[in-house]
């Protein structure tokens, strides 16, 4: 079976090798971008399956990235998952009407429950 590709777009080096590490281990091909430019273009350029996206990032912010990626007619359909630090409502509204497929809080959420995550929106068993 051919592996699933992910792209994460974190600035934080710790967080993205934690995720790469683990995503690996579950079978995922990874890409990592550690800014929003690098992240619109690596999302052009690699079309992956689904894309774990942070809002804080240099050059450009996930909201950006995300709005980016979502009128790009390659990349539009690709499920979009915010992982952040930023919890509000606002933030998380307008994440979804910018058409984010869910946004997970990185404080309540551990690798285990990202991955699973994954493996749900992209129908893996």
Partial sequence: ????????????CILQK????FLVEEGFEIFCALDGEEGVKMGKEKTPDLI???IILPRKDGFEVL?????????????????????????IEKAIALGATTYL???????????RKIKEILGIH
Avoid: F, R
């Avoid at 539009?76 to 992982?83: A, R």
């Avoid at 309540?108 to 990202?114: A, G, I, Q």
């Fill in 1 to 12: 079976m051919e592996k699933k590709k992910i792209l994460i777009v974190e600035d934080d």
């Fill in 18 to 21: 934690a995720l790469q590490e």
């Fill in 52 to 54: 774990l996206l942070d």
């Fill in 67 to 91: 709005k980016e990626l979502k009128s790009y007619e390659k990349t539009k359909k690709i499920p979009v998952v915010l992982l952040t630090n930023l919890g509000s409502l606002n933030d």
């Fill in 105 to 115: 809080i990185k404080a309540d959420y551990k690798l285990e429950e990202v991955s």
